[in-house]
């Protein structure tokens, strides 16, 4: 005979042989594509972007996850030559509300722009050199 016993939070259920030897009358319900809630990855199969994607990191909410939703809905549904080159003002209005929230949403550190910037001085003096050389 099975039986069932509470401990703290957890409940623990013995079953016996003959409990296992009779078939399960259990009946499984098919998944809906279309359910918001199941994982389905960011494109639902509608082609509609699920916003409760973990990929998204959570950015689709807090104090810039209206202008996000935004601008990335506008570079989903884009259809110009260059996507999304018809989103400029939603990015803007995005990276002007993450610029408000520092601590949540941090930018670059300066020291990262510096070797950025670097680099590319860098690499227009290396230019430069090889056009020198190549015209003498």
């Not at 359910?35 to 639902?44: H, K």
């Not at 260059?82 to 601590?103: L, T």
Request: aromatic share 8%.
């Amino acid at each position: 005979m099975s039986y069932c016993r509470q401990e703290g939070k957890d409940r623990i259920i013995f079953a016996t042989k003959e409990d296992h030897e009779t078939p399960s009358s259990a009946e499984l319900v098919a998944d809906d594509p279309d359910d918001p809630y199941e994982e389905q990855g960011l494109i639902l199969p509608n082609g509609d972007i699920n916003w409760n994607c973990p990929c998204l990191g959570g950015m689709a909410s807090g104090p810039c996850g209206e202008q996000f939703k935004s601008a990335f809905s506008c570079f989903h549904y884009s259809t110009e030559e260059i996507k999304g080159s018809d989103c400029v003002d939603q990015f803007r209005a995005m990276q002007e509300c993450m610029q408000k929230y520092p601590d949540l949403y941090p930018q670059e550190d300066e020291s990262d722009e510096k070797s950025s910037k670097d680099l590319e001085a860098a690499s227009v003096e290396a230019s430069a050199t090889k056009e020198e050389k190549a015209s003498s």
